[in-house]
């Protein structure tokens, strides 16, 4: 769990994702956060949606886990919550990027493809990981998708959709577009796919065919089983993915990629 939070802490304050500073723009140019997380070992989880003026989302997920009895908290009810556990409350433009601004104004434009938009050149982040005694997380965060309408929820903040984690099977953390996401339940389709006996690549592929060929779905996933074996899969043009096991780092972007070296 760790790992994970840690994972996508970085990767939330890194500018070129869509989570945390980066973050997409509802259609009011405002920010509005989804983050999970997930422990395999408890099947504990804990989930924050439309949160806003946080910094990390996703460390806030793990409080909602960690200190309460609830699964998800959303909204204004999520922003008091950060604010009774001492979480800085940080001015919504230290989250605004020049290039979300250009997208979100561009965007404006009725004529605007939404899922052709939404796979652009950032994306939701997320991490899995998994022990030397086989417990696996997950851990998923986003800005949601680009010019949604004030209050949507979307994939990420709902357990089996915007990620899953079970030491029974193993864990995923999806991206791409939430809403046929959430209709097919990605990473829960996939680790049923590997409760019946196929490994996390062959079941990432099935569960991502089954999405696109049901739904006309476009996204990927990082996929670890208990056992250390791991895939990173996508059906979109492209996505940034990175795995370190035995001291090796591999990494991609485009497809057939799986460059290596020394961690």
């Known amino acids: 769990m760790d790992a994970v939070v840690e994972a996508v802490t970085i ?4 500018p070129a994702y869509n989570a945390g500073r980066g973050s997409v723009l509802n259609v009011k140019g405002e920010v509005e956060m989804d983050a999970l997380v997930m422990d395999g070992r408890t099947l504990g989880s804990g989930a924050v949606s439309a949160v806003r003026r946080v910094a990390n989302p996703i460390q806030l997920a793990r409080l909602v886990m960690e200190k309460t009895s609830h699964l ?30 250009m997208r979100w104004k561009k965007n404006l434009n009725p004529d605007a493809n939404p ?37 949507r929820v979307g994939d990420t903040p709902c357990i089996g959709c915007g990620g899953y984690a079970d030491n029974q099977i193993g864990a995923v953390s999806p991206t791409g577009h939430g809403e046929t996401i959430m209709k097919v339940t990605l990473p829960r389709l996939i680790l049923f796919h590997m409760e019946q006996g196929k490994g996390p690549k062959e079941a990432s592929d099935m569960g ?17 089983d208990p056992t250390g074996q791991w895939a990173a899969r996508f059906n979109s043009l492209q ?12 990494y991609g972007l485009y497809h057939g990629e799986d460059f290596t070296e020394p961690v």
């Open 72 to 101: 998800c908290l959303t909204a204004e009810g999520a922003s008091k919550f950060a604010r009774a556990m001492g979480v800085p409350e940080v001015p919504e433009e230290s989250l605004i990027t020049d290039y979300a601004t």
């Open 239 to 250: 996505m940034s993915w990175a795995a370190a096991q035995q001291d090796q780092l591999h």
């Open 11 to 14: 990767l939330e304050n890194n």
């Open 115 to 151: 899922v052709k938009c939404q796979m652009g050149e950032m994306g939701t982040v997320g991490a899995v990981a998994v022990d030397k005694e086989g417990n696996v997380a997950c851990a998923t965060s986003t800005g949601g998708m680009i010019n949604k309408m004030e209050g």
């Open 208 to 224: 991502l065919a089954y999405m696109k060929e049901r739904v006309s779905g476009l996204g990927g996933v990082i996929t670890v």
